[in-house]
Structures are given as structure tokens and as C-alpha cells.
């Protein structure tokens, strides 16, 4: 079963021809789509690609950082000036998986992987897309909810805040053969601080919901205090809500449920 | 069907195929090329079997279109010797057990070999960090990371 | 008494039972490191047939009709 392999030169020719056919789909790295049609997925038709070098840029120098969607682990790991990014990246694959996946796929991968949306949740990530009701910047957070009916759209464009110092980020993923792998449980939290108090904590997690999703009730134990071990356990404490962990070959939804807080307090602490 | 031509250098030689859309470079190298060095352990991404090199970077052949090798050099453990003998990983390999059943060997090798060429002398975190995209049932890893560092240090063998 | 069938194994090792404290490669090693090993899928013979397992998503279910014209 053959598809047909449509390549344009721009992002926007590329976004017409995803949106008018709904048995087509964007070829990023290749990760998933590829996997998709090795099984025989007989849905896709037609695979779009796009050499478009605005996909591939990186811009650091301004208030959020915006990065192209075709940018891969690899190259995220290649940029000095992403070192708060380079965990995640790093959690992902093995050093061939990296030159190929993408971070505008990984917003697409589905549970236990997408490890670098996880960090994206937690760095307020806005989402750039063409589509067929033309261009928009989706929340990260909305994005994620309505991502089956994404197919359509091109992702153009990620940006999320750069946190202001290194300590500021947090990324930790939990995972039976490190540092690659289906997650266990990944956690990522940006903490920025005001007179040593937190303020605007955004915590997100990884393999405990369908989706990567916030742990809203944790953000706000933590919300004006210093991050010490009484607000590190109340935060901790509260870590399970708004979660349904799945049971997967991993992990049981038991078990997620039972270390995620041991892993938010090694986390929050700084620990390794 | 429709197929598309498709140049590419095989371990140095230029070859040149038709291959049908969507399919992917581990098929066109093993069925069409006839190059089988290249392992066929998942389609998903997951084992490494299918390591290969493409402008002397590691790629999973079963997860690439096989036209997005157009122009480009495309290496497999065929062609890893550059003469009649073995290359230092090969016979570091052979000399440290680095082997058992083998079927990680090709994908294992490549990883490697992608490493050494651009970082000669490698700590052993980075090896590991070369190989994590390589599973291997039979062996517990360690010999054939010693087999690296033994390559990288002149081919000397450990015991 | 146990007989020693060395005719049955001549080509295969040193038979004077002195392996130990020799270093000895795996006889199947140079084709593992040279990718040449034929494992199963390494042959393609002429006229294959190929065949795919389609399996139940339903356990303990009674199967009632296989549709096969897609296959």
C-alpha cells in the first residue's frame, strides 16, 4: 500500500494541502507518522512534508524564546543558548531518534511518550498553526485538549518563556531504561521566585492523565511561599489531583500514583 | 503505484532505485539494494537494529522515507571496512565479546562507529550515551562498551 | 565408557580437550560483526509468501466470520 509524498517549499503551501485532505498528514521527523505506516495505518494517504527554513529557526534573543517546529532533539541539544531545554531533549531516544524527532511532533506523541511537551506545558508554551480557519496561536494547555481534531493543522511555531535562572526549571522523567524510554512519570516545573517566595509556579506532568496536563492544586500550595520542605510537602501532598494515571506495561496507575509525590519532592528540592 | 527514482551513495557507491510512496529506507535497502546488514528489529523506533549512517549521522532506517536519502550518503555495516581488514570496532568487538546472538551487533556498530568518527576518544558516559538507542538482549551491555573504549584507546583488548 | 566421537567434531575445535586458558572468539563472531550472519529474514528466496497475523481485540469472543476480502 503506497502513499503519495507531497513536498512544498513553504510552510503555508504545505498547511493548504494538510487542511483540504483529511486522509493527509505532515511528515516531520518521522517518528510517528512513519511508525503509523509501517502498520499499515490505511487512514493516510497522503504524506505532506515542507523544506520551509522558517520551520527550522531558533530565536533566542527576545522576552519568550520561539522555536520552529521542525527543530529536533538534536539541535535543541546543539543550542547554547537552550541549556534549560537540554534535559528534556536529552531524555528522549537514543542520539538517532534525536536527528529525527521533532518538537512539533512530540506535541503529537502519544502517552508514555512526549516527554519535551511535558517541559513545554510547564514553560507556558504558545502554539503557532496553520489551518484551515487560516493562523493561530493556540495555548499550549488548549492545544493539548483538542489535539485528535489537529491533524489538519500545521504546527509552525513553538515559543515559552526562558526562565530566568537555571535553578527557575525543573525536569525530571522517570523511565525503566534510561534515559530513553516510555515514561513512568515525567515532571517539569518552572518556579520563578520574588524575594525568595514563588510566584506563577506552573508544574507539569507526564504519564499521569490521557494527556500532559498541569498540577494545578500543587501550583497553588506552592503559590507565595519559599520553597522549603513544609510548602515541598504541601505541594507533594496534593499531587494526585485532577490525575488518572494509566496502567500500563510500565507502571500501574497504583504505583504512578503512589511516587509521584516522592518525585515532586526530589523535584522541588533539587534533589538528584 | 506510483514510484519515484531515488540517488542515493550506498556506502560510497551511487545507487540508484525506485522506491514506492511511503516506503521506508530499511525496506529499500534490504529488499530492492540487497544490503541486509541492516536489521529489521521493531518499525517503531525502539530497538536501534536498523542503525545506519546518513551523512555520518545515526539514523533508524526503518523510521526514514526512503526518498529523503536523495543526493545524501548513506552508510551501513557493509561497507565499514575499507579493505581486506576488519575495522578496529569490528575486531574490538570480536576480541572483547561483544556478541552473542549478533542481532544488535550491525546497529550497535554503526552507533559506534558514529560516535568514534567525531569524538575519538570517548569517556565511557559517552559511549553509553552513543549506544542508549541500541537494545541488546544477550549481552548486559558491558562488553560492548568496552569494546568501544577499546577501539578508541588503539584496538587493545580487555579481558 | 564414554566414546569420543572426534570424527563428528574435527572441524569444529582443537580437539585435545586443552581449551582452557585459550582466548577464543565465538564461532559465529566475524559474521556478527561483519552484519553477514543469515538470520532467517536475510533469506529471500523466489515465489514467498508473506504472511500477516491479524489477531481478535476481543478476548474470549467467538469468532463468527473472518472478512478476507481486504486481504
Given at each position: 500500500m503506497s502513499v503519495s509524498v507531497k513536498t512544498f517549499a513553504t510552510a503555508s503551501e504545505a498547511a493548504s494541502a494538510l487542511s483540504s485532505d483529511r486522509a493527509a498528514r505532515y511528515f516531520g521527523g518521522g517518528t510517528l507518522l512513519?511508525?503509523?505506516?509501517?502498520?499499515?495505518?490505511?487512514?493516510?494517504?497522503?504524506?505532506?512534508?515542507?523544506?520551509?527554513?522558517?520551520?527550522?529557526?531558533?530565536?533566542?534573543?527576545?522576552?519568550?524564546?520561539?522555536?520552529?517546529?521542525?527543530?529536533?532533539?538534536?539541535?535543541?541539544?546543539?543550542?547554547?543558548?537552550?541549556?534549560?531545554?537540554?534535559?528534556?531533549?536529552?531524555?528522549?531516544?537514543?542520539?538517532?531518534?534525536?536527528?529525527?524527532?521533532?518538537?512539533?511532533?512530540?506535541?503529537?506523541?502519544?502517552?508514555?511518550?512526549?516527554d519535551f511537551t511535558v517541559a513545554l506545558l510547564a514553560l507556558d508554551a504558545m502554539i503557532s498553526t496553520q489551518g484551515s480557519l487560516g493562523a493561530r496561536d493556540i495555548p499550549i494547555d488548549e492545544f493539548l485538549q483538542t489535539r485528535e481534531r489537529q491533524s489538519g493543522t500545521l504546527v509552525l511555531a513553538i515559543s515559552c518563556i526562558k526562565p530566568a535562572t537555571g535553578e527557575a526549571f525543573r525536569y525530571r522523567k522517570i523511565a525503566r531504561i534510561r534515559?530513553?524510554?516510555?515514561?513512568?512519570?515525567?515532571?517539569?516545573?518552572?518556579?520563578?521566585?520574588?524575594?525568595?517566595?514563588?510566584?506563577?509556579?506552573?508544574?507539569?506532568?507526564?504519564?499521569?492523565?490521557?494527556?500532559?496536563?498541569?498540577?494545578?492544586?500543587?501550583?497553588?500550595?506552592?503559590?507565595?511561599?519559599?520553597?522549603?520542605?513544609?510548602?515541598?510537602?504541601?505541594?507533594?501532598?496534593?499531587?494526585?489531583?485532577?490525575?488518572?494515571?494509566?496502567?500500563?506495561?510500565?507502571?500501574?496507575?497504583?504505583?504512578?500514583?503512589?511516587?509521584?509525590?516522592?518525585?515532586?519532592?526530589?523535584?522541588?528540592?533539587?534533589?538528584? | 503505484m506510483a514510484k519515484t527514482a531515488l540517488q542515493f551513495r550506498h556506502n560510497g557507491r551511487e545507487t540508484a532505485t525506485f522506491v514506492e510512496g511511503g516506503a521506508n529506507l530499511l525496506m529499500v535497502l534490504r529488499d530492492q539494494i540487497g544490503d541486509m546488514t541492516a536489521k529489521f528489529g521493531c518499525a517503531q523506533g525502539g530497538c536501534g537494529a536498523c542503525t545506519v549512517l546518513i551523512d555520518g549521522e545515526p539514523y533508524l532506517a526503518c523510521l526514514m522515507l526512503a526518498e529523503s536519502v536523495e543526493g545524501r550518503s548513506v552508510e551501513t555495516l557493509d561497507g565499514i571496512r575499507s579493505g581486506p581488514n576488519l575495522h578496529p570496532l569490528q575486531r574490538a568487538f570480536a576480541d572483547n565479546f561483544a556478541a552473542q546472538c549478533g542481532y544488535c551487533t550491525p546497529g550497535m556498530l554503526m552507533a559506534a562507529k558514529a560516535l568514534l568518527d567525531r569524538n575519538p576518544q570517548p569517556s565511557r558516559a559517552e559511549v553509553v550515551e552513543a549506544i542508549s538507542g541500541n537494545i541488546c538482549r544477550c549481552t548486559g551491555y558491558e562488553p560492548i562498551i568496552n569494546a568501544v573504549l577499546a577501539a578508541a584507546s588503539g584496538g587493545r583488548a580487555r579481558a | 565408557m564414554l566414546e569420543l566421537r572426534k570424527d563428528l567434531f574435527a572441524d569444529e575445535r582443537d580437539d585435545n580437550l586443552k581449551e582452557i586458558g585459550k582466548g577464543t572468539q565465538r564461532q559465529d563472531m566475524l559474521g556478527h560483526v561483519t552484519g553477514t550472519s543469515p538470520y532467517f529474514d536475510d533469506h529471500k528466496l523466489q515465489g514467498m509468501l508473506h504472511l500477516k497475523v491479524v489477531r481478535s481485540t476481543h478476548s474470549h469472543a467467538r469468532l463468527r466470520r473472518i472478512d478476507t476480502s481486504e486481504a
Amino acid at each position: 500500500m503506497s502513499v503519495s509524498v507531497k513536498t512544498f517549499a513553504t510552510a503555508s503551501e504545505a498547511a493548504s494541502a494538510l487542511s483540504s485532505d483529511r486522509a493527509a498528514r505532515y511528515f516531520g521527523g518521522g517518528t510517528l507518522l512513519m511508525r503509523a505506516l509501517n502498520e499499515g495505518d490505511t487512514s493516510i494517504t497522503t504524506v505532506v512534508r515542507a523544506t520551509d527554513r522558517g520551520l527550522n529557526r531558533i530565536e533566542t534573543s527576545g522576552g519568550r524564546i520561539v522555536i520552529g517546529a521542525g527543530v529536533t532533539f538534536a539541535r535543541i541539544l546543539a543550542e547554547r543558548e537552550l541549556p534549560f531545554l537540554h534535559a528534556a531533549a536529552r531524555s528522549i531516544g537514543g542520539p538517532a531518534v534525536r536527528n529525527m524527532g521533532t518538537v512539533g511532533g512530540n506535541l503529537f506523541a502519544p502517552s508514555p511518550f512526549g516527554d519535551f511537551t511535558v517541559a513545554l506545558l510547564a514553560l507556558d508554551a504558545m502554539i503557532s498553526t496553520q489551518g484551515s480557519l487560516g493562523a493561530r496561536d493556540i495555548p499550549i494547555d488548549e492545544f493539548l485538549q483538542t489535539r485528535e481534531r489537529q491533524s489538519g493543522t500545521l504546527v509552525l511555531a513553538i515559543s515559552c518563556i526562558k526562565p530566568a535562572t537555571g535553578e527557575a526549571f525543573r525536569y525530571r522523567k522517570i523511565a525503566r531504561i534510561r534515559p530513553k524510554g516510555g515514561s513512568l512519570i515525567t515532571l517539569a516545573a518552572h518556579l520563578p521566585t520574588n524575594a525568595g517566595r514563588v510566584t506563577g509556579a506552573r508544574i507539569a506532568f507526564g504519564s499521569m492523565a490521557p494527556l500532559p496536563i498541569r498540577a494545578r492544586a500543587a501550583e497553588r500550595a506552592l503559590e507565595g511561599r519559599a520553597l522549603d520542605a513544609a510548602a515541598i510537602g504541601a505541594a507533594a501532598a496534593v499531587i494526585g489531583e485532577g490525575t488518572s494515571p494509566p496502567d500500563n506495561a510500565l507502571a500501574s496507575a497504583w504505583y504512578r500514583r503512589e511516587v509521584a509525590g516522592v518525585h515532586l519532592k526530589r523535584l522541588l528540592a533539587g534533589q538528584e | 503505484m506510483a514510484k519515484t527514482a531515488l540517488q542515493f551513495r550506498h556506502n560510497g557507491r551511487e545507487t540508484a532505485t525506485f522506491v514506492e510512496g511511503g516506503a521506508n529506507l530499511l525496506m529499500v535497502l534490504r529488499d530492492q539494494i540487497g544490503d541486509m546488514t541492516a536489521k529489521f528489529g521493531c518499525a517503531q523506533g525502539g530497538c536501534g537494529a536498523c542503525t545506519v549512517l546518513i551523512d555520518g549521522e545515526p539514523y533508524l532506517a526503518c523510521l526514514m522515507l526512503a526518498e529523503s536519502v536523495e543526493g545524501r550518503s548513506v552508510e551501513t555495516l557493509d561497507g565499514i571496512r575499507s579493505g581486506p581488514n576488519l575495522h578496529p570496532l569490528q575486531r574490538a568487538f570480536a576480541d572483547n565479546f561483544a556478541a552473542q546472538c549478533g542481532y544488535c551487533t550491525p546497529g550497535m556498530l554503526m552507533a559506534a562507529k558514529a560516535l568514534l568518527d567525531r569524538n575519538p576518544q570517548p569517556s565511557r558516559a559517552e559511549v553509553v550515551e552513543a549506544i542508549s538507542g541500541n537494545i541488546c538482549r544477550c549481552t548486559g551491555y558491558e562488553p560492548i562498551i568496552n569494546a568501544v573504549l577499546a577501539a578508541a584507546s588503539g584496538g587493545r583488548a580487555r579481558a | 565408557m564414554l566414546e569420543l566421537r572426534k570424527d563428528l567434531f574435527a572441524d569444529e575445535r582443537d580437539d585435545n580437550l586443552k581449551e582452557i586458558g585459550k582466548g577464543t572468539q565465538r564461532q559465529d563472531m566475524l559474521g556478527h560483526v561483519t552484519g553477514t550472519s543469515p538470520y532467517f529474514d536475510d533469506h529471500k528466496l523466489q515465489g514467498m509468501l508473506h504472511l500477516k497475523v491479524v489477531r481478535s481485540t476481543h478476548s474470549h469472543a467467538r469468532l463468527r466470520r473472518i472478512d478476507t476480502s481486504e486481504a
